[in-house]
């Protein structure tokens, strides 16, 4: 009998792991090496805003145009993948960084809005989820994926007869990096050791088509400092160098932490030049006061004649204006006989593409809720996402 209470609280303590919830499987991807996105700049409360100069193929000509790359830390929602905004148990939050990455591209009368949103851990720089829309006159294209497990799905909207809807399972491993991530996943990397690695890359999925995500080995090489200099001025950089099936993108990062993204030479003979970069709470600045007080907007970069100076030089030798013909073979940065992307921002796709309005692609940056192509282009938040980009702002998502 004098075993009996040994016993019984051994049952009762194996009864009672036997009630926790059994840990989810974590999401792949590879991991960070450098505390970059450890630093407390990041909890200042305010995002990192940077506008680019852009220049990409388009209809077999190189267009011009304008990006801005927000980067902003966040509470998500760990079950429902969303902005943590209403009473989410501690239990069931992580801390991620999300990248909002806002293009406009002029061509002809109309103009290509596109957004893309990353979420990925901050401690780790795993992904855990994805949303991309592109908007012109023609149609409306957007992508979703949400990773809970290594074997996430990845769901495909397309305007384009071919593509339709799809939806592709993918694998992931440790070794895996979605490239609509690389801007952000990079400077997690130790810049201060050159070397090379090699990396499992999940193609970009920002674009006028969907594609069968073919993932492919990719290398990673990491060069010693250069100068660059660029429209916000000369910097001391640290080029990286990513080879990947569909060619060779170089991004080239301050030196100096945290490492913001100068220059990035794209693969398909675009380029990105960084032109202002700022930290401020974005998503409190809706105000007609605050019109034109933080970089430049698109339309005013447009105005000043960055655009419209350089819409027909010659395309790249590697671009063949004949993809135009095939819009199976746009590579949306490369050449689209029919625009597939969603001319009107304010018509953006649905919950899942909902890429939330880079106005407030903090505070509503959920951008599965609040979808909003560009609100560089002065889009209002998505109907189907219940104008998630004021009211959250309005919210005082300001914790962002």
Known sequence: MEGMPRLLAAALALAALSCEEPA????????????????????????????????????????????????????????????????????????????????????????????????????SLRPLKLVTSSQEWCGITHTRMEIRSPRPTLHTSSYFGAE??????????ERTVLQDALPLWLRGLALTRPGARTIRLVPEQLSSHTRAPEIAEATVTVGAPVPVEVPAGAFEAIPVEVAHA??????????????????????????????????????????????????????AA????????????????????????????????????????DADPAADVDSAADVDSAADADSAADVD???????????????????????EAGAGSAAD
């Open 24 to 123: 989810p499987a974590g999401p792949a991807g590879a991991a960070a090496e450098s505390e970059t996105f450890q630093d407390a700049i990041w909890d200042d409360g305010n995002a990192e805003v940077a506008g680019y100069e852009v220049q990409e193929p388009r209809y077999g000509t190189m267009r011009r145009g304008w990006a801005t790359l927000i980067v902003v830390k966040e509470t998500f929602d760990a079950d429902a993948l969303i902005k943590a905004d209403g009473p989410v148990a501690p239990a069931h939050t992580v801390e991620v960084l999300k990248l909002n990455h806002v293009r406009t591209t002029p061509t002809g009368v109309y103009t290509y809005r596109q957004m893309g949103s990353v979420f990925v851990e901050r401690a």
């Open 164 to 173: 339709g809807q799809r939806a592709f399972p993918i694998a992931l491993d």
């Open 246 to 299: 569909g060619g060779t993108d170089v991004f080239h990062y301050d030196a100096t932490p945290p490492h913001t993204l100068v220059r990035w030479d794209r693969a398909d003979g675009g380029f990105y030049r960084l032109a202002w970069v700022e930290r401020a709470p974005y998503w409190r600045m809706n105000g007609e006061e605050h019109e034109g007080s933080l970089g430049v907007s698109p339309e």
């Open 302 to 341: 447009l105005a000043a004649g960055w655009t419209r100076e350089a819409n027909a030089l010659d395309a790249p030798a590697d671009t063949d204006p004949a993809a135009d013909t095939d819009p199976a073979a746009d590579t949306d940065s490369a050449a689209d006989t029919d625009p597939a992307a």
């Open 369 to 391: 809720s609040a979808a909003d192509a560009d609100s560089e282009a002065g889009a209002e938040a998505d109907s189907e996402a219940g104008a998630e980009a004021d009211s």
